[in-house]
T-cell receptor, first 111, second 110 residues
Framework: EDQVTQSPEALRLQEGESSSLNCSYT??????LFWYRQDPGKGPEFLFT???AGEEKEKERLKATLTKKESFLHITAPKPEDSATYLC????????????FGQGTTLQVKP | NAGVTQTPKFRILKIGQSMTLQCTQD?????MYWYRQDPGMGLKLIYY???????DKGEVPNGYNVSRSTTEDFPLRLELAAPSQTSVYFC?????????FGPGTRLTVT
């Protein structure tokens, strides 16, 4: 069964304190791994797509990386406006219709 | 483009009532999804569709029904609402990769 596990559940950082969020996945052939940001009361907003091990994507202070079993979302020198819940999702080659999500990591960045 | 739109934004139902959550996308995406999100939790897939006329169950389909008669619309039907269906419901569409989400419908069943 396809499964996605994110850790930690919650993370508190001081402004400027870099860290990483983890997304471990079990899937029957990975077609794509996706990172989203979700602000309170809103729908998830797409950030990145990763397709193969070794791939990296960057956007401002965020960098996503992918291995064969997990993905990391690295946050460099975060600012308070980076506070949000970050969600990871996978799509299997065997069933490209499904997008399966992890439970998310809630990030709080204090000034 | 309006993207993915959902109606209503909020709704309160009594136990046993029925309702339809509407979802429309104007991006001509083949794939559409319905998720529910409970407080502090991730997104659970209810149903999805890979094209008009084709739907399939996700992780938590019990108590829900869907139909997909057009590319644009993917309504979610709740029959005999139960308190366990209190949640925020998100619709999403995709061209085949990442999904693009609507703003959500907050549903309370009392």
């Amino acid at each position: 069964e396809d499964q996605v596990t994110q850790s930690p559940e919650a993370l508190r950082l001081q402004e400027g304190e870099s860290s990483s969020l983890n997304c471990s996945y079990t899937v029957s052939g990975l077609r794509g791994l996706f990172w989203y940001r979700q602000d309170p009361g809103k729908g998830p907003e797409f950030l990145f797509t990763l397709y193969s091990a070794g791939e990296e994507k960057e956007k401002e202070r965020l960098k996503a990386t992918l291995t064969k079993k997990e993905s990391f979302l690295h946050i460099t020198a975060p600012k308070p406006e980076d506070s949000a819940t970050y969600l990871c999702a996978v799509q299997a080659s065997s069933n490209t219709g499904k997008l399966i999500f992890g439970q998310g990591t809630t990030l709080q960045v204090k000034p | 483009n309006a993207g993915v739109t959902q109606t209503p934004k909020f709704r309160i139902l009594k136990i046993g009532q029925s309702m339809t959550l509407q979802c429309t996308q104007d991006m001509n995406h083949n794939y559409m999804y319905w998720y529910r999100q409970d407080p502090g939790m991730g997104l659970k897939l209810i149903y999805y569709s890979v094209g008009a006329g084709i739907t399939d169950k996700g992780e938590v389909p019990n108590g829900y029904n869907v139909s997909r008669s057009t590319t644009e619309d993917f309504p979610l039907r709740l029959e005999l609402a139960a308190p366990s269906q209190t949640s925020v419901y998100f619709c999403a569409s995709s061209p085949g990769g990442a999904g693009y989400f609507g703003p959500g419908t907050r549903l309370t069943v009392t």
